[in-house]
């Protein structure tokens, strides 16, 4: 559905030309209903381009759903670049979805898709919800004027409806369409290299309670329904809003300032920036992201953080060499690689679409989808781990999926050790772990979408001799067991390009044991990660 032609004008054009004759001056309304006609004028046309902008999301949503190829979420189409009046055509597409049954129903009844009005179907749906649930409808526009004509009829179809199903009002018939998440808090990064978490809560203290996350550095924690879409701090990007366990990937990695960090699959960029923030715009960040489109998102986002010493990748992470000297001195990836999403769909908004209710978990196509997904996080998996110098690998989706999850680190399990590396446990803490699928699951970290808002799934990888002979590395919190490791593990399978930082590491293990034993266990600002 496209937006209606501009050229096509549905509002009057003013009049110009000859001047007014004395009683055209005097039949002239006076100031304030001049102003207001005007921002009658100025809402009518905004609630016109509304519902087109509206219809043309709604399009593409009932498309990608009914297909099961959805290209984005409802949030992203609609905060996307094309769409103007973002705030009024979200909220439109909201509600036409979450009356959507009922609109349906009422259509058929009143046999209104004709073939004249098929092509315009998503915008039958919007207006119609406008007319008969809304906001009252001008008669402007073709679609709009022939709805408006059948408004009794509508809201009598409405009323046998209501009989029908023993129902007193609407909300009885849309109990299905409620959010789930209700009650789930709001959370939000502060963007560190902009301004102090404690600066960010001393403004939203002005209209909001705010408290600190208890376990995600700089992530503050709002009031359920808090929408800060508006607010200035978000525009300027002094804060971003990310979940929880969304923020806590970037810390459980916890690159070092001046550190190279690749970031394997970047858009639109949230991790990207957090990472920046953690790295205090010190060192050295590729972004790589495999769509165009995305591409864009993720220079906004970027823009925005203004985190500096970003270069952006356009291209596909599994054609990156690996032994190119551009990734020599890469010490940290974050790999959050495309996923089913099907942690987030409370999030995405998927109990407004109409497959939500028919259920499409288990179908043949779904399962398919979630083994294509899950080969290709393998192999992007493997990949990272096989660049030379990256001490730290974090993975993360935002799938409830154990093929997308412990499934996909189980089979890079040999590969990892091979090369040295072992699970370690992000946010030790953090009671919800991996399925016990393998022995260590209990390292992997799972957020549960009814308990923490979102099915997040985070694995640690952790190179127990970095190759570089980087000894730094290893005074990552609660390392020392690491350490001993490495020099266990060297005596009987270190490699013999090794023993030379064999020399450093015990170097690096009397300098610790010396002087780091001072050094309190987890503090900076990243999280705590344990190696077992
Ligand atoms: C889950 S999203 C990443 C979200 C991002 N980490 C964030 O927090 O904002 C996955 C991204 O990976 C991109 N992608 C998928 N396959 C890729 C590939 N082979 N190489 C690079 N990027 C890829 C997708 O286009 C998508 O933007």
Known sequence: MAAAPRSRRPFPKKENGNPKSKQQKQQQPQPAAKRQMRSRDAAERSAYFARREAAAVLRKVLVGDATRRASASIKSLVYGPTVRNKKATFAL??????????????????????????????????????????????????????????????????????????????????????????????????????????????????????????????????????????????????????????????????????????????????????????????????????????????????????????????????????????????????????????????????YLLPSYSTGHENDAANTQRVEKLAAFQTKALSHALSFPAVERVVYSTCSIHRAENEDVIKSVLPLASSLNFELATPFPKWPRRGLPVFEGAERLLRTDPAEDTEGFFIALFVRKCPTNGNAETLQQPDTERSLSMCRRTSKRRMPLTCTFKKMLLYHAISQIRTSGKRKEKGKGACSKTTTT
Request: charged share 25%; aromatic share 4%; proline share 4%.
């Open 93 to 350: 597409i909201c509600q036409t979805l979450k009356y959507l049954p009922v609109l349906k129903e009422l259509i058929a009844a009143s046999n209104l898709l004709s073939n004249k009005w098929k092509k315009q179907e998503e915008l039958i749906y919007v207006t119609t919800y406008d007319i008969l649930f809304g906001q009252e409808v001008a008669m402007t526009g073709t679609v709009e004027k022939f709805l408006m004509n059948l408004k009794d009829a509508l809201q009598a179809t409405l009323a046998k409806l209501l009989v029908r199903e023993n129902a007193k009002s609407v909300e009885d018939l849309l109990r299905h369409n409620q959010n789930p998440a209700v009650n789930k808090p709001r959370y939000i990064r502060v963007n560190t290299l902009k301004m102090s978490a404690e600066s960010a809560m001393q403004e939203l203290e002005a209209v909001n309670t705010v408290v600190k996350d208890d376990i995600v550095p700089d992530l503050l924690v709002l009031p359920s329904g808090t929408d800060l879409h508006d607010h200035p701090l978000v525009a300027s990007g002094g804060v971003f809003l990310q979940g929880k366990a969304s923020s806590m990937v970037a810390a459980a990695l916890c690159p070092k300032p001046g550190w190279d960090v690749l970031d394997a699959c970047a858009a639109p960029g949230n991790k990207t920036i957090h990472l920046a923030a953690l790295m205090e715009g010190k060192g050295n960040i590729i972004a790589c992201e495999l769509h165009k489109e995305r591409v864009m998102r993720l220079e906004d986002t970027i823009r925005r953080s203004g985190a500096p010493r970003l270069s952006i990748v356009h291209g596909d992470f599994l054609d990156m060499n690996a032994t190119d000297s551009k990734f020599s001195k890469v010490r940290a990836i974050l790999l959050d690689p495309s996923c089913s999403g099907s942690g987030i769909t409370t999030e995405r908004l998927d």
